[in-house]
């Protein structure tokens, strides 16, 4: 019989879950306690996301981003109280990991980026970061307008070009999945000439202006499917257990 929490403590280990300060708990958040053959893995643990779970008689739900965020209302009431609700009567399990996936040199979403992007990641975007959420990467030398068509052809998505110049050459990019697009001065300060994240915001534009750094807004979500899709099969792998990927189309 395999657990939520045999399952957890695999995914802590591999990902070094307790050496990060994150924005909300990772590991196990709802604990059904079932026995787990199934599992339904997605980068949000919206309700779409339980919906199709339900339907695939599925007993947990592995995830990028879970519940429970720093500073969000607490009581379970109204949208978080009708998801966990719905998890419970259905014997659902909610395992979820933010920092921890973004960061793991493996299989986490910045390294599985870079990796499919033809680019290699040479360090940290934070020097002093042991664990870093951000990364530094090289590349044979590539028109910014080439490197957003390699971008769509990836993800599946035209990212959102953000400089002055296309026919720029990018050859050190700094990458952070997910909403990192105030990273970008820090992106300047290590000398980088691009930066990829996955949103946007309006002084974003100005930024990348200013400062030279040609800014792709990759969306927050096609950025970070790589490490929930990796992370489920190597869970899939240690367990001999079935792990489904269902992707919820999400243009942000």
Same mark, same amino acid.
């Given at each position: 019989?395999?657990?939520?929490?045999?399952?957890?403590?695999?995914?802590?280990?591999?990902?070094?879950?307790?050496?990060?300060? *994150?924005?909300?708990?990772?590991?196990?958040?709802?604990?059904? *306690?079932?026995?787990?053959?199934?599992?339904?893995?997605?980068?949000?643990?919206?309700?779409?996301?339980?919906?199709?779970?339900?339907?695939?008689?599925?007993?947990?739900?592995?995830?990028?981003?879970?519940?429970?965020?720093?500073?969000?209302?607490?009581?379970?009431?109204?949208?978080?109280?009708?998801?966990?609700?719905?998890?419970?009567?259905?014997?659902?399990?909610?395992?979820?990991?933010?920092?921890?996936?973004?960061?793991?040199?493996?299989?986490?979403? @910045?390294?599985?980026?870079?990796?499919?992007?033809?680019?290699?990641?040479?360090?940290?975007?934070?020097?002093?970061?042991?664990?870093?959420?951000?990364?530094?990467?090289?590349?044979?030398?590539?028109?910014?307008?080439?490197?957003?068509?390699?971008?769509?052809?990836?993800?599946?998505?035209?990212?959102?070009?953000?400089? *002055? @110049?296309?026919?720029?050459?990018?050859?050190?990019?700094?990458?952070?999945?997910?909403?990192?697009? $105030?990273?970008?001065?820090?992106?300047?300060?290590?000398?980088? $000439?691009?930066?990829?994240?996955?949103?946007?915001?309006?002084?974003?534009?100005?930024?990348?202006?200013?400062?030279?750094?040609?800014?792709?807004?990759?969306?927050?979500?096609?950025?970070?499917?790589?490490?929930?899709?990796?992370?489920?099969?190597?869970?899939?792998?240690?367990?001999?257990?079935?792990?489904?990927?269902?992707?919820? $189309?999400?243009?942000?």
């Amino acid at each position: 019989m395999i657990t939520a929490q045999q399952i957890t403590q695999f995914c802590d280990e591999l990902l070094h879950a307790n050496e990060f300060k *994150d924005y909300c708990p990772n590991g196990l958040q709802v604990d059904a *306690d079932t026995p787990i053959t199934k599992i339904i893995t997605g980068v949000t643990a919206c309700q779409a996301l339980i919906d199709r779970a339900v339907q695939e008689n599925a007993q947990a739900i592995l995830v990028h981003h879970g519940y429970f965020w720093k500073g969000e209302s607490q009581p379970l009431v109204g949208i978080k109280g009708k998801r966990i609700r719905m998890l419970l009567q259905h014997g659902i399990s909610l395992i979820a990991y933010h920092l921890p996936l973004d960061a793991h040199p493996v299989y986490g979403n @910045n390294a599985l980026l870079a990796d499919k992007l033809g680019l290699t990641i040479v360090g940290a975007l934070y020097p002093d970061e042991k664990l870093p959420i951000g990364n530094i990467a090289t590349c044979s030398p590539i028109k910014a307008i080439d490197f957003a068509k390699k971008i769509c052809e990836t993800l599946g998505r035209e990212p959102l070009y953000l400089g *002055d @110049n296309p026919d720029r050459m990018l050859q050190k990019i700094a990458l952070c999945t997910g909403a990192a697009q $105030d990273m970008i001065e820090q992106a300047h300060q290590m000398g980088c $000439d691009g930066f990829i994240s996955g949103e946007v915001s309006e002084r974003t534009t100005h930024m990348a202006r200013e400062l030279g750094v040609d800014y792709f807004g990759a969306g927050h979500h096609a950025t970070e499917k790589g490490g929930i899709i990796a992370l489920g099969e190597q869970v899939a792998k240690h367990f001999d257990v079935e792990c489904v990927f269902v992707d919820i $189309d999400n243009p942000v």
